[in-house]
């Protein structure tokens, strides 16, 4: 925990996924809510081809975060780590000229009770 995955399309040539990766980290790590950097698990996953946003078939593309928490957090911590993520990637984000990019951030509760972690 906390589990942090970032989608875009496929269609945002250059995404700088390194830069990304280091900055996210930096960023939801220095919020009291994660206590242990090493906890952190943070992903980049890039589509295929094969996607769409709304009825239009070209012009579009999008990027979407998932971070993944222990149930328990206030609504005013995940308010704040979904702008720490936001943050991120509204500023590294590439937009091409044409393409309208739509930028998502979601914050979801895991199950404490079933959770399972080891460090092996």
Same mark, same amino acid.
């Given at each position: 925990?906390?589990?942090?995955?970032v989608e875009?399309?496929?269609?945002?040539?250059?995404y700088?996924e /390194?830069?990304?990766? +280091?900055?996210l980290?930096?960023?939801?790590?220095a #919020? !009291? &809510?994660?206590?242990?950097?090493?906890?952190?698990?943070?992903?980049?996953?890039?589509?295929t081809d094969?996607?769409?946003v709304g009825?239009e078939?070209a012009?579009? /593309?999008?990027?979407? +975060?998932?971070?993944?928490?222990?149930?328990?957090? #206030? !609504? &005013?911590a995940?308010?704040?780590?979904?702008?720490r993520?936001?943050?991120?990637?509204?500023r590294?984000t590439?937009?091409?000229?044409g393409?309208m990019?739509?930028l998502?951030?979601?914050i979801v509760d895991?199950?404490?009770?079933?959770y399972v972690?080891?460090r092996?």
């Amino acid at each position: 925990m906390p589990h942090l995955t970032v989608e875009y399309s496929s269609n945002l040539p250059g995404y700088p996924e /390194a830069q990304a990766l +280091a900055e996210l980290n930096a960023a939801v790590c220095a #919020s !009291p &809510e994660v206590l242990d950097e090493a906890d952190l698990k943070t992903r980049f996953v890039r589509t295929t081809d094969s996607f769409q946003v709304g009825t239009e078939a070209a012009g579009r /593309a999008f990027v979407h +975060a998932q971070l993944r928490l222990l149930s328990g957090r #206030s !609504p &005013e911590a995940k308010k704040d780590l979904a702008g720490r993520v936001a943050g991120v990637l509204r500023r590294l984000t590439p937009r091409p000229q044409g393409l309208m990019v739509q930028l998502s951030v979601e914050i979801v509760d895991m199950d404490r009770p079933s959770y399972v972690k080891e460090r092996l």
